[in-house]
């Protein structure tokens, strides 16, 4: 009887093996290249006249091209959105995420890494953070990634730009590991680590790769490979060299047979650095190294459109036909949201402003489940429902019909009342639920 009892728990044992290889094989990969300040109209397949993007426009042919999708307007709140899901006056970061900053991710937020790691995912960042580092519980081996190689914040973050003793060096896990160090040829060296990692996954789980790129955030850097290869300037050699990088990666997944089920997302974390402050126009930085909005109304920093809409695609060849373009309102904690379901991850107990994008990627559903967005910079400042957005942070009513002018040209707050008082009340709803104001009123 023992040894019937003994063979029972081992056929089950077996059984669910099985099972949980099947699972594994099953769920895609995922790879995210998050771009930093690229703006809405600095890529070939959104645009540009001049920029040579192929690798980029190939991965926008082969699946959906948002046209679109917004995120926060600069980048912490943008990082916040990817990694947690939500918007970031939820998040108590209790203090700055850059140089000398003591902020970050408390424990109670479960991160996209921690997610799909508890799901049987190995998980790998390369690239900028910002999301925390003073205190080693903040950086990313300590929020759920197995490896990290980059930067805690952003590039400038070292004078003249900004007045910092504190050093800008390369981490591996939770260890600088260099400083000083030449920026000119970083593209390259998280690509050959993308490479590197790629090539060494196994497959017996599913892999969550994270490339967050440090350009083309000024100070701008090329390697000696890119610098004056473009006919845009530093700033299209940078660009070109970001889609050399992006074609790399394509490259190393077709080689090792992940391609097919692999979902691959690329986008930047906000619109491009135009209304650059003062203090980046020194040692070199020029206004002409600022990418562009293409036809949008504002950048960077602003709840116009120009600085939280930016470029995003979307690739998986075993579930999203390809070639699709889509004006579908989309938003950056769909892809926490999204990236959970595929990876059939446990979801945290707390609020999300995300949604499961599944259906809507796959063509089962012609809309997507986004209705509405809210645009924070510090306090509320838009908010957007259906083709109708609302802005209050000039302290008067912009109206925008999103559908007939996505340029935010024409303020429609006087002929629309009713309209402006209905998306008020949102957007006081929304301040009130997570803590902050509704500026402008």
């Keep these: 009887m023992t040894k019937y009892i003994l063979l029972c728990f081992s056929l089950l044992a077996l059984l669910t093996l099985g099972a949980d290889a099947l699972r594994g094989a099953e769920r895609p990969n995922v790879v995210i290249l998050f771009a930093d300040d690229m703006g809405y109209g600095d890529l070939g397949c959104y645009g540009h006249p001049q920029l040579k993007t192929p690798n980029i426009d190939r991965l926008a042919a082969e699946g959906m091209r948002l046209t679109s999708f917004v995120t926060g307007s600069w980048c912490v709140p943008s990082r ?12 108590q970061f209790k203090g700055g995420t850059g140089a000398g900053g003591r902020g970050g991710l408390p424990a109670s937020e479960w991160t996209l890494a921690e997610a799909l790691r508890d799901a049987g995912y190995r998980t790998h960042m390369l690239g900028k953070w910002h999301l925390g580092y003073k205190d080693k519980q903040f950086l990313p081996v300590h929020q759920g990634f197995e490896t990290w190689f980059g930067l805690p914040y952003s590039n400038d973050y070292i004078k003249p730009w900004v007045q910092t003793d504190e050093p800008l060096g390369l981490y591996r896990g939770d260890e600088m590991v260099e400083h000083p160090f030449d920026q000119d040829p970083l593209t390259q060296r998280y690509t050959a680590e993308a490479v590197k990692l790629i090539e060494q996954h196994s497959g017996e789980q599913p892999m969550l790769l994270y490339m967050a790129y440090a350009m083309p955030h000024l100070p701008l850097h090329a390697s000696d490979d890119f610098r004056g290869s473009s006919q845009f300037g530093l700033y299209g050699d940078v660009i070109e060299e970001l889609d050399w990088s992006v074609g790399e990666i394509l490259a190393a997944l077709a080689r090792q047979g992940m391609a097919e089920n692999t979902l691959v997302f690329f986008a930047s974390d906000n619109g491009p650095w135009v209304e650059m402050p003062p203090r980046m126009l020194q040692a070199g930085n020029e206004r002409w190294h600022a990418g562009s909005a293409g036809p949008l109304r504002g950048s960077k920093g602003m709840t116009y459109e120009g600085g939280p809409r930016v470029p995003a695609i979307l690739r998986w060849p075993t579930t999203i036909e390809p070639g699709q373009v889509t004006p579908e309102l989309v938003g950056m904690p769909d892809i926490y949201r999204t990236l959970l379901a595929v990876a059939e991850a446990k979801l945290p107990e707390h609020e999300l402003d995300g949604h499961d994008l599944t259906a809507f ?81």
């Design 80 to 91: 916040a959105q990817l990694i947690t899901g939500r918007y970031m006056p939820r998040i």
């Design 361 to 441: 990627l796959s063509g089962a559903e012609k809309r997507s489940p986004r209705d509405d967005y809210f645009y924070f910079r510090g306090q509320l400042e838009a908010v957007r429902v259906g083709d109708w957005k609302l802005r209050t942070a000039s302290g008067e009513p912009e109206l925008f019909h999103m559908a007939s002018d996505p340029f935010e040209r024409i303020n429609r707050a006087e002929s629309e009342p009713d309209k402006v008082a209905e998306l008020t009340a949102r957007m006081q709803a929304m301040a009130d639920e997570v803590g902050t104001q509704v500026r402008g009123l």
